[in-house]
């Protein structure tokens, strides 16, 4: 293996083990000051960048393989950055209307049978605070673990629209076809997911006064 390609490989790994731990580090320090958050946002967009570089130079000449590759890395970096800024959801998307309840209990949408294939797996350690098991007495703080994997996942695909636009426009459907293929499991399904929980558990709660 030629070392240009093996450096890419090193570059793209290595980003993708900085951006877990950038994301698990963050989470576990909600108190971040602002400064703090900067740093670690000018990180994230440091370790990201070669990382994008490094997948162009070994799958320039495979678009399926790089629109997938693409689409991972950005989802992992907007799951660090949202970790550290909190970047905030429209109003009007936190409201879980009854449509959307009768969607996701049916069986044929699948969101109920990814949601135990989440809980049987490691999968289920990656979403934060998101699992009442072990908090029966903070549910509160579980609605808002849910909601910032939500907008980590929510995020991920607002990045990746530029992209999805231009392989749309320029015809190339297989990379198209690669993201989106991507961002089914690790974005879309988990997304609906958590939104079918979170309204679950916030009609379990007793109303705030």
């Keep these: 293996m030629p070392m240009t390609m093996v450096f890419d490989v090193l570059t793209m790994s290595g980003a993708g083990f900085a951006l877990a731990a950038l994301t698990l580090w963050s989470r576990r320090r909600p108190g971040l000051s602002a400064p703090g958050r900067l740093v670690l946002l000018f990180t ?22 790089l629109a997938m590759t693409v689409t991972i890395m950005l989802t992992a970096w907007a799951a660090a950055m949202n970790a550290a800024v909190h970047l905030p959801l429209p109003s009007r998307y936190m ?5 959307e309840r009768t ?14 294939l989440l809980r049987s797996t490691p999968l289920r350690t990656l979403g934060g605070t998101v699992y009442l098991h072990g908090r029966r007495n ?8 849910m909601l ?14 530029p992209l ?12 198209l076809a690669g993201a989106l293929a991507v961002h089914l499991p690790l974005n879309i399904m988990p997304l609906l997911h958590l939104r079918h929980a ?12």
């Design 164 to 175: 999805l636009l231009v392989w749309g426009i320029g015809a190339e459907w297989s990379a």
């Design 44 to 65: 994230g967009i440091a370790v990201v960048l070669p990382a994008l570089g490094a997948a162009v130079s070994l799958f320039g000449d495979a678009p399926v393989r």
């Design 138 to 145: 903070d549910a509160p703080a579980v609605t808002q673990g």
């Design 148 to 161: 910032a994997a939500e907008a980590a996942h929510v995020w991920a695909v607002i990045v990746s629209i």
């Design 95 to 99: 409201t879980v209307r009854s449509a």
């Design 103 to 116: 969607f996701y209990r049916n069986p044929w949408s699948g969101v109920r049978a990814f949601g135990r």
């Design 198 to 209: 979170r309204s679950r558990l916030e009609r379990a709660l007793p109303p705030q006064r």
